[in-house]
């Protein structure tokens, strides 16, 4: 089975620079994804990655480590409008019939203040 | 591309009652899924199709929860005898059919039950 830790809030300052960690333990890991989730909203794609290092794209990057089972996403220039939730989902073999499935962690609620 | 279509938007039934909501998933996207999301947690996987095929289901899931994607191209997810637990935001997404194709999600159905 697939086990995503994030941490469950975090709070950061317009302007500023924030990192949200992600966890993980899967089988036949194929991929890690970044979401965002604003209240009431629809899960929108961020980032993908497959490969160790780092993807950019724009005021969000994201990092992965797969021997460590790691991955961070780095927003910067942090705006009021990223007041969001972000949530960690890695492709990992479903036990049943072997398909790949994205397992979502329980998200990170990230408070952007003035 | 006119996005992940979802309806009802919302609905509230009594216990014990069946419900059916329906998906329209991107055209071109063979990859179809249902998660169930609760306030505060990420979104929870229930079932799988490529194409008509329903290859993964939710060892969570009862057997009140059957799931059909009859041409490849819609699909229709009913509960049966309601009970309070179900109550959820009922998201599905849709991918094309390559691993590292993000998944587009709709916009959900809150189910609430009396």
């Known amino acids: 089975g697939q086990n995503i830790d994030q941490p469950t809030e975090m709070t950061a300052t317009e302007g500023a620079i924030v990192q949200i960690n992600c966890t993980y333990q899967t089988s036949g890991f194929n991929g890690l994804f970044w979401y965002q989730q604003h209240a009431g909203e629809a899960p929108t794609f961020l980032s993908y990655?497959?490969?160790?290092g780092l993807e950019e794209k724009g005021r969000f990057s994201s990092f992965l480590s797969r021997s460590k089972g790691y991955s961070y996403l780095l927003l910067k220039e942090l705006q009021m409008k990223d007041s969001a939730s972000y949530l960690c989902a890695v492709r990992g073999m479903h036990a049943s019939g072997g398909s790949y499935i994205p397992t979502f962690g329980r998200g990170t609620s990230l408070i952007v203040h003035p | 591309d006119t996005g992940v279509s979802q309806n009802p938007r919302h609905k509230i039934t009594k216990r014990g009652q069946n419900v059916t909501f329906r998906c329209d998933p991107i055209?071109?996207?063979?990859?179809l899924y249902w998660y169930r999301q609760t306030l505060g947690q990420g979104p929870e996987f229930l079932t799988y199709f490529q194409n008509e095929a329903q290859l993964e289901k939710s060892r969570l899931l009862s057997d009140r929860f059957s799931a059909e994607r009859p041409k490849g191209s819609f699909s229709t997810l009913e509960i049966q005898r309601t009970e309070q637990g179900d109550s959820a935001m009922y998201l599905c997404?849709?991918?094309?059919?390559?691993?590292?194709?993000?998944?587009?999600f709709g916009d959900g159905t809150r189910l609430s039950i009396l």
């Open positions: 997404a849709s991918s094309r059919g390559t691993g590292n194709q993000p998944q587009h």
């Open positions: 990655n497959v490969l160790d």
């Open positions: 055209s071109e996207h063979n990859r």
